[in-house]
């Protein structure tokens, strides 16, 4: 059996001998570079330097078994696969470390060629199908959580970031602010220029408001036309201008629709987490701030200050 690509193979055995008996096993295959580590923590550390495909580890080292091995590595977030080899046929060690992440067992009686090509060329191809696996899972978790026409996280996300933001500044007594704003007159431009151009428009200001928030405050589509953000430890007089400001750069921005020009306007609501005592009063304050923008003629911010009293 041979391979059909490079590659890089560590042992990590305390014998030297041992390493040179798996080389004489492995010689003619061109495509494997092996290289050799005495102990673990040896082998810990070059796997932190460099990039290898797979590792032949002896269940007995001089500094710990494959099983501190293996709880070590995945501490360390060392996802290499593993092919634990050892001298005892014990039926329990096999449990053992394929229940600790190992991907294939091989008593040391047993090893030669063919044995070796096999259980790498099944490493490996496992391995592969687990990166497979955990990138579909992540791309999955990114959809739920992404707003697919703005890139933006979306509601569902922002229900959960709202509540776990206001307990964080309730617990450490920080301030928090809670951005609402929506797209003034949105449903004509729809109704004239078409819902391309409508999805055209969310995308821009989607894009727009990524690039204007901080890197910590968390920005979502919230619905429609509405967008939401997050802030943390904030400065009011500092947020209000903020957004004030990119109110004005929405305002000034050419949104290009085929041969159209269109001008977007802004409502910006903006509530504080010390006039609100849970977060679904933090939104409704923000929800009152949007709509006195909408009563006093749109494109403007307003933030809510106690109960009936608003700033802008």
């Known amino acids: 059996?041979?391979?059909?690509?490079?590659?890089?193979?560590?042992?990590?055995?305390d014998s030297?001998?041992?390493?040179?008996?798996?080389?004489?096993?492995?010689?003619?295959?061109?495509?494997?570079?092996?290289?050799?580590?005495?102990?673990?923590?040896?082998?810990?550390?070059?796997?932190?330097?460099?990039?290898?495909?797979?590792?032949?580890?002896d269940h007995h080292l001089k500094d710990g078994t494959s099983?501190?091995?293996?709880?070590?590595?995945?501490?360390?977030?060392?996802?290499?696969?593993?092919?634990?080899?050892?001298?005892?046929?014990?039926?329990?060690?096999?449990s053992q470390v394929i229940q600790s992440g190992a991907y294939e067992y091989l008593p040391k009686d047993?090893?030669?060629?063919?044995?070796?090509s096999r259980v790498i060329n099944n490493t490996l191809e496992r391995a592969h199908l687990r990166n497979d696996v955990k990138k579909a899972h992540a791309k999955m978790a990114e959809m739920s959580t992404e707003d697919e026409l703005t890139k933006l996280?979306?509601?569902?996300?922002?229900?959960?970031?709202?509540?776990?933001?206001?307990?964080?500044?309730?617990?450490y007594e920080s301030e928090m602010a809670l951005i609402i704003m929506d797209l003034d007159h949105f449903k004509d431009i729809n109704d004239v220029y078409s819902h391309l151009a409508g999805d055209m428009v969310l995308s821009e200001v989607g894009r727009i408001l990524k690039e204007h928030v901080r890197r910590n405050d968390i920005a979502c589509r919230y619905g429609g036309e509405e967008f939401a953000v997050i802030l943390s430890n904030v400065s009011r007089d500092n947020i209000y201008a903020a957004y004030e400001?990119?109110?004005?750069?929405?305002?000034?921005?050419?949104?290009?629709?085929?041969s159209n020009q269109l001008h977007i306007m802004l409502s910006i609501g903006i509530a504080f987490s010390n006039n609100a005592e849970s977060a679904n009063d933090?939104?409704?304050?923000?929800?009152?701030?949007?709509?006195?923008?909408k009563k006093s003629g749109r494109n403007r911010t307003v933030a809510y200050k106690d109960k009936e009293e608003f700033t802008d």
């Open 282 to 293: 933090l939104l409704a304050h923000a929800d009152q701030a949007l709509y006195q923008a």
């Open 245 to 258: 400001r990119f109110r004005e750069m929405v305002s000034e921005h050419l949104f290009e629709y085929e």
């Open 16 to 57: 030297e001998d041992v390493f040179e008996g798996i080389k004489a096993f492995l010689g003619d295959q061109k495509l494997i570079n092996m290289s050799w580590a005495a102990n673990m923590n040896d082998a810990l550390t070059m796997l932190g330097r460099g990039q290898f495909d797979v590792i032949f580890l």
């Open 110 to 116: 047993r090893i030669n060629l063919e044995s070796m």
């Open 153 to 171: 996280h979306n509601r569902r996300y922002f229900v959960e970031a709202l509540e776990g933001e206001f307990e964080r500044a309730s617990r």
């Open 67 to 94: 099983l501190d091995f293996l709880r070590k590595a995945e501490k360390e977030g060392i996802e290499t696969p593993v092919i634990v080899v050892s001298g005892q046929g014990d039926e329990m060690i096999v």
């Open 1 to 13: 059996m041979s391979f059909n690509r490079e590659i890089n193979l560590l042992v990590v055995d």
